[in-house]
């Protein structure tokens, strides 16, 4: 049966959270820390000091024999260095075990080895961390021990960001500012905040660890760069929501007991689409706090996987011809008393706020599709977005019937008088339960989807950070609130001016809503005509960060300076073309070594079989010739192909690092790593099973 997990008592409980906190810092240091926390001020060093004194004794309790500043630098991974809490020996021998706030607040670790983008030369190696006190400490419990992790900010000697999470409070700073805007010209003078929420769903791939090691592929880059489909895939549609099978289950089991340890709200198990395919889901959190709990699922998984002798793949695509791996990430903005911006009402044709706050993010998303679409652009996601498995590049906003008949009355006349209501379900059983159901359907197809009280932005890859989307998203819709508030604070008559507001942002942008099929080349084609964009792969989505207008955009907010957007920049397109390099090289690595001299030996196998079959009496070797031929006709191509990819990959990299050489991989080397592939696909169909060099894709998604 397995042990008893219970979950209340066991949530949190390598937390420094809120609880811990009032249990054991005197109250006047609570109440500083809290109050440093909600106005966003600067923790005094004498506060820190007792913080991180009651922090460290808390950790040690928790067997923590070190600790770390936890950070995400631009690697798409996180980052630490890990400090003993003792300090020097005393004259008995002894060491006493001490942290300050000076330790607590601030860490020095090497910034030359990161990604910079050219804002830190290879000498210049200071780089600070600084506490995240919006985030709370936590004890992660693993192999090595037990480690106090300190979330925090990482940004260089001059002050420029490194990292993922400073950007993302600048922009959390940058909506709540202009979202108090707004709702203050609606009266509301009670809410002193507003707090973009956020609630990521996971998507991953699970196969066996043993087999995993036996594939160089998914060992050097997390996908497999070679592959034949088996005779079944997911044309069935059997493995999604269908049981999940014991070994799998126990996994979820101990990563669900690690996740709640740490107060990670995971909520929502199962399978997905494609064999082997799995999702978790959390509950919604700040989106600060979100982004570090994405990043421990993605530890979390991949670390439990371990110990059930399972491998977890993250990567967009790890097999072709299957479903790839996505994270939707859901956002909404709520404020300090509870209420939800993005939450319509039974009648939302009457909610004026919240029609003004759907026009502008409609203006928004409109203004700033190019941008939204590169914070999702990664290597992976190339083999995915526009997939009929994947909502396409083209973005575009679904509304759903409600609000897009609301939409459509305020358009036409000025005025919206109604809303479409949900009815009753109808089953036609009448042991079953009535119930009203939902006024508009839903759109899996759609990249940014309203659903019901927020949007659900649907691209973003299943191994990358969230950390990107939220800031883009943050400050495009910061951006449309400000000039929403430009106007209407000036506004003779503010009724009036909110309603023509509303219905110019609906008539000027609703090219960007889109209700229909989002996998059809119909829809391609209408996207187009719209005058929509269209950007399918990552090196075309790149130069959207440092546009005129992002530079403007991103400036006026101080989310980002020019120099931090032209450094993301290289870092994008140096990034694109080092994995690229990576995967031509481990075609190459694997082509050469195992699979050429595996169909050498299966032909030469073949030859001698036909020439014994005929020596011993003479009977009919038409089948094995021209099995013989055909392989033999495949290694030909596999050959040539080889060399290709080796002339391409050569020369890609001794080009200067840039724009230039990402191009060049996308157009050359890609080309020449798909030559590659289809004719050693093709002879994995034919080769003697026992003779080919790794496991299958039957081998990996079946056999789990």
Known sequence: MGEFVNVAEIFGENVFNDAVMQARL???????????????????????????????EWAIEKGATHYTHWFQPLTGVTAEKHDSFITAPMENGKVLMSFSGKELIKGEPDASSFPSGGLRATFEARGYTAWDCTSPAFVRQDAAGATLCIPTAFCSYTGESLDQKTPLLRSMEAINEQSLRLIRLFGNTTSTKVTPSVGPEQEYFIVD?????????????????????????????????????????AYMKDVNKELWKLGVTAKTQHNEVAPAQHE?????????????????????????????????????KPFAGVNGSGKHNNWSIITDDGINLLEPGKTPHENVQFLLVLTCILKAVDKHADLLRESAADVGNDHRLGANEAPPAVISVYLGEQLQDVLSQLISTGAATHSISGKKLETGVKTLPEFMKDATDRNRTSPFAFTGNKFEFRMVGSQDSIAQPNVVLNTIVAEAFSEACDILEKAEDFETGVHDLIKQYATDHQRIVFNGNGYSDEWLEEAEKRGLPNITCMVDAIPALNTDKSVKLFEKFKVFTKAELDSRVEIEYETYAKEMNIEARAMIDIATKQIIPAVIKYTTVLADSIVAVKEACGADVSAQTEILTEVSDLLAQSRKALVRLQEV????????????????????????????????????????????PMPSYGDLIFEV
């Open 26 to 56: 005197p109250k006047k240091v609570y109440k500083k820390l809290k109050e440093t926390i909600k106005e966003e001020k600067e923790l005094d060093l004498e506060t820190a000091d007792v913080v991180a004194h009651e922090m460290k």
């Open 209 to 249: 660890r043993e087999k995993y090691l036996q594939r160089k592929d998914l060992i050097f880059t997390g996908r497999t760069l070679f592959g034949a489909m088996p005779p079944k895939g997911q044309e069935m549609e059997d493995h999604y929501f269908g049981a999940i099978r014991e070994r799998i289950a």
């Open 280 to 316: 978790l889901a959390s509950i919604y959190s700040e989106a600060n706090i979100a982004v570090d709990h994405n990043q421990l699922v993605m530890e979390t998984l991949k670390k439990v996987a371990g110990r059930h002798g399972l491998q977890c793949l993250l990567h967009e």
């Open 649 to 692: 990959s050569d020369l890609a990299s001794a080009m200067t690092e840039g724009r230039e050489q990402a191009v060049y991989y996308n157009d050359e080397v890609k080309c020449a790593m798909d030559e590659l592939r289809t004719p050693i696909d093709k002879l994995e169909m034919l080769v003697d099973k026992s003779m080919w």
